[in-house]
């Protein structure tokens, strides 16, 4: 399969995404008696999982179907009024911006099963069955968050991601019909390692407000450059795995690229929210210690199994590399826990831990 070119309309539909990654990682940095309440921690990925999945849903049609035609194009800057409207009411006050919400995300995902039914007619075989599944179930999901306008409080909210759900199911539900129409997967690599990096532009913001918030002492400043240390350790290890390690004319739905990157994304997050709470000491340390490298294992997990699924075959990771990564985690943890170490060293533990993850994995 011939690589399909990124389009600039593409970028800059991404930049919107930039402001919500933003606003849902903002999310985390509310802090109660030492810990984040489970209440924000809960806003966090509910806010997450509807960017996420608008993204995607637009990004896995491009990759199937778009072209960098008029048609195409109007149909994304459509989506960009949509993405402007759900990122502007991207609040932990739901209530407040509830209905402004509801349209931008259900007028994005609109926009996307109408392109997949305005393509249907003009493919043929295996593409117009894809198209046609897509662009006829998808409303489904649609039309279940439509209705949560007709009611209030918590089944509102019950049915609106009952409805996002549905919706992100479908091609799970559908796998056998897409397997037919296998995605492009040096595109769709390409634009997940994309967003990745504005995730990894997240982490350098939290930096650079550490800087900020305080006049610059030794201890400022060596904590941010032993966090740039983890930012660039986490670039090597993500990015060389992209470029070098993985098979891109591998033939699949591309479904662990996809739903791997969700959690992934969460993890890079709540780590660019963990800089900052880190530097500011306000939480707990059994609680920072915990969050921190709940997000790192998750991180661990995601990227271990979606780089599996997609690794040149000769050069898999044995079991007894992720067991030593695995155990490599679990005695910085405790480590950290047991002792009260300065934030620096917590921060270049991870350095550490990411370093050698990156030095093993490529």
Known sequence: MAPKKVTWLELFYDLLF?????????????????????????????????????????????????????????YLILQLFFALI?????????????????VGYVGLRSMTALQYLSVHQKEHGHNQATARY?????????????????????LRYTILYAGIIA????????????????VNTHHLLERFALFTLILLGESVISILAVLQSSTWTWHSILFAAIT?????????????????????????AGQAIIYGHLFIFLAMSMLAASIQLLFLEQLKNLFIV??????????????TFVFHKFRVKEQQLELYHF????????????????????????????????????KVTT
Not at 86 to 102: H, K, N, P, R
Not at 230 to 246: C, G, R, S, T
Request: some cysteine; hydrophobic content about 55%.
């Open 86 to 102: 759900m990122t502007a009411s991207l609040s932990v006050e739901f209530d407040q911006y509830y209905i402004s919400f509801l």
């Open 228 to 252: 740039f240390v983890l930012i660039i350790a986490m670039w090597w290890q993500y990015f060389d795995n992209v470029e070098k390690k993985v098979d891109k004319t591998k033939q699949t």
């Open 167 to 182: 919706d992100i199911m479908v091609p799970i539900v559908g796998r056998r019909i897409l397997k037919k129409t296998p």
């Open 18 to 74: 930039v402001a919500a990654v933003s606003k849902a990682s903002h999310v985390l940095v509310h802090v109660e008696h030492g810990v984040i309440p489970f209440e924000y921690l809960a806003k966090f990925v509910l806010i997450f999982i509807p960017i996420w999945w608008a993204w995607a849903g637009q990004t896995l049609f491009m990759n199937r179907f778009g072209q960098d035609i008029l048609k195409h194009r109007i």
């Open 323 to 358: 067991v030593f990564l695995l155990a490599l985690l679990g005695v910085l943890f405790a480590v950290n826990l047991l002792f009260d170490v300065p934030n620096y060293l917590l921060v270049g533990g991870l350095a550490l831990f990411f370093i050698i993850y990156a």
């Open 290 to 303: 915990t969050f921190i490298y709940g997000s790192v294992v998750l991180y661990f997990f995601s990227t």
């Open 134 to 154: 897509l662009g006829t179930y998808f409303w489904v999901g649609i039309a279940i968050s439509c209705t949560s306008l007709f009611f209030d409080s918590w």
